[in-house]
């Protein structure tokens, strides 16, 4: 069973950069397709956003409309790892990010209830 550790959360000013990781053990991230999603405040789990997404061979990234042109997802199949590159970050984006591995394609859903493995989340403050 696969495991995952988000890690790089913090505060920042708006117009600024943060980079999530997600260590992933266990099995090898290219395995699954992996994909960042958030929970604003006050919202439940499954109201879950996706955010962004990769292949299992990384072939093919998906972002929703909100961070796209800011947000760069990239893996690293020989650290294990998957990360979440932010940049122009607006205080809308704030919320708890999560790492997630869906057992099929973010083509066919991006809903919170399609992932099947998630990590404990990292918070991400952005202050205006």
């Known amino acids: 069973q696969m495991q995952l550790l988000e890690s790089g959360g913090g505060l920042v000013q708006a117009g600024g950069s943060l980079q999530l990781s997600c260590a992933a053990s266990?099995?090898?991230?290219?395995?699954?397709?992996m994909g960042w999603l958030r929970q604003a405040p006050g919202k439940e789990r499954e109201e879950r956003e996706f955010?962004?997404?990769?292949?299992?061979?990384?072939?093919?990234?998906y972002y929703s409309d909100a961070v796209k042109g800011r947000f760069t997802i990239s893996t690293d199949n020989d650290k294990n790892m998957v990360y979440l590159q932010m940049n122009n970050l607006k205080p809308a984006d704030t919320a708890v990010y999560y790492c997630?591995?869906?057992?099929?394609?973010?083509?066919?859903?991006?809903?919170?209830?399609?992932?099947?493995?998630w990590g404990q989340g990292t918070q991400v403050t952005v202050s205006s």
């Open positions: 955010v962004a997404g990769v292949s299992g061979i990384g072939s093919r990234k």
């Open positions: 997630a591995a869906h057992p099929t394609s973010w083509g066919i859903s991006r809903q919170p209830s399609a992932c099947s493995l």
């Open positions: 266990g099995r090898p991230v290219n395995s699954y397709t």
